[in-house]
């Protein structure tokens, strides 16, 4: 296990550093004759990360990108995660439609999550009980420490053998689908970009806290994720010692 972190003065240089850093870990899956994995998270905070990734000379035609975690609505919604990546990374790069391996949360969250898993396993060839190995997996970090759609309290962040599922987060009245964490934590590279001062406490606590994935979902990966790499802003990063 490798964990490292880094400052830069603002989120925009954060961004850019973790989108070099995916680069370079993609184009080394690339030196192979397969294709390489990518799975991304949505929001607004790696938006200025996927427009320096869509600037990379990089074939993304070999890329396959798979979604972290979606919310339960139809992909054309303001609040779909999807709606963000296929707007400033899909698109923009130009990768095939047939690479995007997307969570059809228009469907019922529990369909959803259980489609999903189906086409996780065709893509990898998995049998059943096997976990696949994503060349290369973005999260963030929420304020209250979550990462993906792995929330404090949440059962799930004890499954180590389910590929996806259907959550329900309380405190947002939302269903959402998410990767589970024997998926999250098999992946080859994990990249975090948090930026912003209101995510300084969740990253101090995933270093210095004891080691509670329940209170502190994003300690999951610090303390058990094979290559780990922060990306962080001087103000996410304040409470760094």
């Known amino acids: 296990m490798s964990v490292h972190w880094h400052s830069y003065p603002t989120s925009q240089e954060a961004a850019e550093a973790c989108a070099k850093h995916i680069v370079t870990r993609l184009e080394e899956a690339l030196s192979g004759e397969g294709d390489a994995t990518l799975a991304v998270s949505g929001g607004s905070t790696p938006v200025a990360m996927f427009q320096h990734l869509t600037k990379a000379a990089l074939d ?20 779909s995660n999807f709606r963000v990546v296929d707007e ?9 439609r047939r690479n995007m391996h997307r969570i059809p949360a228009e469907l019922r969250p529990e369909v959803a999550a259980l489609r999903y898993a189906e086409d996780i396993r065709e893509y990898f060839g998995l049998v059943a009980g096997e976990i696949p190995h994503l060349d290369v997996a973005h999260r963030g970090v929420g304020a209250d420490s979550h990462t993906a759609s792995l929330f404090p309290g949440e059962p799930l962040i004890d499954d180590r053998e389910g590929i996806a599922a259907a959550v329900y987060v309380e405190k947002l009245g939302q269903w959402r689908i998410t990767l589970l964490p024997g998926v999250l934590l098999a992946a080859r590279h994990t990249v975090l970009l948090v930026t912003g001062g209101d995510k300084a406490g969740a990253v101090r606590a995933t270093f210095q806290e004891p080691y509670d994935p329940k209170q502190f979902p994003a300690q999951m990966v610090s303390h058990h994720g094979r290559q780990v790499v922060w990306f962080l802003d001087h103000a996410a990063a304040a409470l760094m010692d």
């Open 88 to 96: 400033w990374l899909i698109r923009p790069a130009r990768i095939p």
């Open 60 to 79: 993304w035609s070999r890329v396959h990108v798979f979604q972290v975690d979606e919310r339960a609505v139809p992909p054309t919604a303001p609040q």
